[in-house]
């Protein structure tokens, strides 16, 4: 510093003077740093011999290249405060409902493996049943009508055990409403479903599918006696007699007089 001629340093600061017009930028240069671009932008009426020597003149290894002044609207940008103060609340609540609302996605819409189950096991009559219930290839089992066919579940139990061809020609559910065959042909579940399967199934049509009142303790009871089933992975199979034995003679052909009992699956108030 103390090297750099006189003269030069005067016209330094003339420079200075006309570049304060620029932007704040230029006046927050220090005077060291202004020195080469603040040199090389005046006309000099001295000509670059006298650049040459000013150069020469500063000591490389003590004076680095002083670096471009910074154009003024970075200057502006790193002066400003990222994170408006009225939104640093909602910075650091962010992560934390981020974390809550991750949660919730993580969450199953139900993790009772009674409903998992049922759906699953319903799965399989979708087909011909529809997704909701709705019909198709076999009746409506949704907005109350299975409820209408077999007033209690151990008999529409008996008939998706039985199927329809072994009782084709019959008249079956309540108030004869129904006559086997007439729309088709119901595949037999004695032999491809599980008795906790044919439970599961049954409980989906009428609660999910038809919205049956669950909420009196024996159907509470039911709910529980099949998710402790589930639980223990029980694989019992279908007694399609025992069924029978359960089931109504005035909704079921070939029942067996019905009154449920505990021997009886579904809720324990049945027949
Ligand atoms: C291949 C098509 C098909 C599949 C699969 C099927 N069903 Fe059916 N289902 C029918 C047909 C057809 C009928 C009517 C039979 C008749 O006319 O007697 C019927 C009738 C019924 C009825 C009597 C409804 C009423 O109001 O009379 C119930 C209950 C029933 N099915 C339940 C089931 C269940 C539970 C499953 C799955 C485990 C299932 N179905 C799978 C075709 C099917």
Redesign the pocket.
Known sequence: MTEIPEHLLKRSKSAKGQKTGDGPASTAESSSSAVTPAASETPAPSGPPAIAAAAAAIPKDVEPAPAAPEPHYVAASRARNRIPMWALPLVFALPIWALSYAGTMQLPPTEDLLFVDAAQ??S??A???GATGGGG???A?SGG??LQ??PEPVD?MA??ARG?AAIAGETY?ANG??V????????A?KDT?TLLELEL??FY?RAILSEEDTTDASYLEWMDNLRERIEANEQDPIDLDQLLGCADPAITPGGGGGGGGPECPGPASAG
Do not use: D, I, K, N
């Open positions: 096991a319903y399989s009559c087909s011909c049943h290839v076999g009746y089992l009508e299975v066919t077999f529409q008939y998706v329809s559910g409403r129904r086997a065959g007439e729309l088709g042909v119901m595949p579940h479903y199934v049954v049509e």
